[in-house]
């Protein structure tokens, strides 16, 4: 049995398997403190300095502030009750159940203000030479999931905004931002079969349009999208940075699509990123040119006030977009890996992201799906205006969740993917009836 005098010795061992050291000092006096005295194992430590942890990332009461007073339900902590684990054991169970209710209620943003956004680097821009072209199957798609079979292409990798919940901090790490210097070349170069229809998308490994035309990467994709009409090219972004398209020829096959959130989630979660109006006001701008946009609302998230504040988008949507103008509108919500859950926890980043209720879904871990149908059918409900002429699907969800949400699903992957294409050319072949080739 380990003794009292041996502990200490312990101690030093096991706090550096666990995040101890990225708490506030306090937090690290008590839980010290608390180990001395319940003699926690490794196992215990880590579960508990994660979940001190958690509390500092949320901005909710410390910890050390939620510990049971006096001992375990009123009574002084002893040798026997360590001894035999039930004190600790009890311990635990009123902690997690605490942890579990901050989770479970709806995140309080207003007691995070712009103190709380990270400091981020200016990214570092590099041209690279890459062996070949970065083209390929979305790197999120699933069999477990519905899937729209989109195929990505890498024309930039990094993202230089800083979104709390983004699975590209997983796998892009430093501050570097590389383009290819060959990239104009090989996209050049590739064949397509003439007779297929394809849905590209270049927003995955980074922001489609927040670099503009750096390194000629927007001419470059405007000219495959000439050559290739058979092509539907999606350039997705969270930025305002329309300068190069306003003052250029945008292909008619060329989508631009806006990701959207209430402002409140832009200030706390998406650092970096233009406001809702900025987002609203460049893909207005691009729509009076001619140009085919679109939305995704994704991630929507769960807080208090989301049913307002996302109703207000949505009117707003239609109150200055034609349906005629627009190709689709995504939905999702929060989905990660372990491995991205990871990278956010690592970060000494003010944010609640993780502050929710989480199920495995598809083999991720993302909202019970009680949330999500809630989520899911105010937004489309208040687009109700839009149901006929426009595109609405869910991106990277279970299948079982369209026929509650939209009253229909598609037999396959493959038949969502060619409803999808079918509905983006008729935006694209209408837009050119009207407006002409831009």
């Known amino acids: 049995m380990t003794t009292r005098i041996d502990y200490p010795q312990k101690f030093e061992r096991i706090v550096a398997q666990t995040q101890f050291g990225l708490l506030p000092t306090a937090e690290q006096a008590f839980l010290k403190q608390k180990a001395y005295e319940f003699r926690f194992t490794q196992q215990e430590l880590r579960l508990l300095s994660e979940m001190a942890l958690e509390r500092v990332r949320w901005k909710e009461s410390p910890l050390s502030g939620q510990w049971p007073v006096g001992g375990i339900n009123g009574a002084a902590v002893n040798d026997a009750a360590v001894n035999d684990g ?16 901050l989770r479970s209620q709806e995140n309080d943003y207003r007691n995070l203000s712009p103190r709380d956004k990270p400091r981020t680097q200016k990214p570092l821009l590099k041209t690279v030479a890459r062996p070949k072209l970065g083209l390929g199957r979305c790197p999120v798609a699933s069999e477990r999931t519905r899937c729209c079979n989109l195929m990505t292409l890498d024309a930039v990798k990094k993202c230089g905004f800083d979104c709390s919940y983004c699975s590209i901090q997983s796998f892009y790490h430093g501050n570097q931002v590389q383009f290819d210097s060959g990239f104009a070349d090989k996209l050049s170069r590739l064949k397509l079969d003439p007779d297929k229809t394809y849905h590209i998308g270049t927003g995955q490994s980074s922001d489609s349009l927040m670099w503009g035309n750096h390194q000629g990467v927007l001419q470059a994709l405007c000219d495959f999208a000439d050559r290739h009409p058979n092509v539907i090219l999606e350039l997705k972004t969270k930025s305002r940075n329309i300068g190069w398209l306003l003052k250029n020829r945008v292909p008619r096959n060329v989508v631009c699509t806006w990701s959207l959130n209430p402002q409140t989630i832009i200030d ?95 083999g991720k871990f993302s909202y019970p799906t009680d949330i999500k149908l809630k989520l899911f059918r105010q937004v489309y409900g208040a687009l109700g205006d839009w149901h006929d002429p426009v595109f609405f699907y869910l991106c990277m969800e279970p299948q079982a969740l369209w026929e509650p949400v939209f009253g229909f699903d598609y037999a396959d992957n493959d038949a969502f993917e060619a409803a999808m294409k079918n509905a983006y050319f008729a935006k694209i072949i209408n837009i050119r009836a009207n407006t002409g080739h831009l």
């Not at 039930?86 to 579990?100: G, S, T, Y």
């Not at 001619?290 to 769960?302: D, S, T």
């Not at 627009?326 to 690592?346: D, E, P, W």
């Not at 993780?354 to 199920?359: H, S």
Request: hydrophobic share 40%; glycine share 4%; proline share 2%.
């Open 268 to 362: 706390c979660e998406e650092h970096l990123s233009a406001s809702l109006s900025q987002r609203l006001d460049s893909a207005k701008a691009l729509a009076d040119k001619g140009c085919v946009v679109g939305f995704h609302f994704h991630p929507i998230i769960h807080y208090r006030g989301w049913e307002t504040d996302y109703r207000a988008i949505c009117q707003n949507l239609m109150a200055q977009f034609d349906a005629s103008q627009v190709a689709m509108v995504s939905m999702g919500t929060l989905t990660f890996t372990k491995s991205v859950m990871k990278t956010i926890r690592q970060r000494a980043l003010t944010s609640k992201i993780l502050q929710m209720p989480m199920t495995q879904s598809a």
């Open 86 to 101: 039930a004190a600790k054991k009890r311990a635990f169970a009123l902690l997690r159940e605490k942890q579990d209710a």
